[in-house]
């Protein structure tokens, strides 16, 4: 079956980086493009980035453009989130996703929190 699992959340900084991973399974990863959406409490989820199946085409929500980057690396099955200039409302939980026909697959995420 489809697994997605996230991993490299944590505590950081103001300024500070991280890199979300989400190793993915159970199906072909080269296929599908892939998202990163973000629930902060108390709020909806909200897409940060996407990319192809290819990883040759990537879109980013305005918030994090210039600070995020988002690839892929289709023999490892692996999705990348490569944070920058982490600032506090950056604080949720990670979420990689992905979807096939009227299927939605999400991972259990995975806590930013961005703090002094």
């Known amino acids: 079956q489809v697994q997605l699992v996230e991993s490299g959340g944590g505590l950081v900084q103001p300024g500070g980086s991280l890199r979300l991973s989400c190793a993915a399974s159970?199906?072909?990863?080269?296929?599908?493009?892939m998202r990163w959406y973000r629930q902060a409490p108390g709020k909806e989820r909200e897409l940060v980035a996407a990319?192809?199946?290819?990883?040759?085409?990537?879109n980013y929500a305005d918030f994090v453009k210039g600070r995020f980057t988002i690839s892929r690396d289709n023999h490892k099955n692996m999705l990348y989130l490569q944070m920058n200039s982490l600032k506090p409302e950056d604080t949720a939980v990670f979420y990689c996703y992905t979807k096939s026909g009227f299927w939605n697959y999400w991972g259990q995420g995975t806590q930013v929190t961005v703090s002094s």
């Open positions: 159970g199906f072909t990863f080269s296929s599908y493009a």
């Open positions: 990319i192809t199946s290819a990883g040759d085409g990537t």
